[in-house]
Nanobody
Framework: QVQLVESGGGQVQTGDSLRLSCTASGRGVRDTAMGWFRQAPGKDREFVAATIGGSRNAYYGESVKGRFFISRDHANNTVYLRMNRVKPEDTAIYYC??????????WGQGTQVTVSS
């Protein structure tokens, strides 16, 4: 079983930067793929970013490419999402996830990010 705890959400203004953190605990977490998803009100959950072995193997959703960056601290089982030049459309609940086999099987409770114009 893997537990994920996010932190770092809040209210920011357009153009600001923000960093989200997700700390994982449990067996097998060290080498598993981890990522971030988000869900805005009335919309489907959207893939944001993921990393497998570290920041050198990173994948991003089209809407955040070049603005958001995922990184990982293996020693502390923590993955970060650096959000730069945020926009109102980035407003959402951000969820940390970890893979269980081939599926995103573990999820955090989510952290709210609100971007005002």
């Amino acid at each position: 079983q893997v537990q994920l705890v996010e932190s770092g959400g809040g209210q920011v203004q357009t153009g600001d930067s923000l960093r989200l953190s997700c700390t994982a605990s449990g067996r097998g977490v060290r080498d598993t793929a981890m990522g971030w998803f988000r869900q805005a009100p009335g919309k489907d959950r959207e893939f944001v970013a993921a990393t497998i072995g570290g920041s050198r193997n990173a994948y991003y959703g089209e809407s955040v490419k070049g603005r958001f960056f995922i990184s990982r601290d293996h020693a502390n089982n923590t993955v970060y999402l650096r959000m730069n030049r945020v926009k109102p459309e980035d407003t959402a609940i951000y969820y940390c996830a970890a893979k269980h086999g081939t599926q995103w099987g573990y999820w955090g409770q989510g952290t709210q990010v609100t971007v005002s114009s």
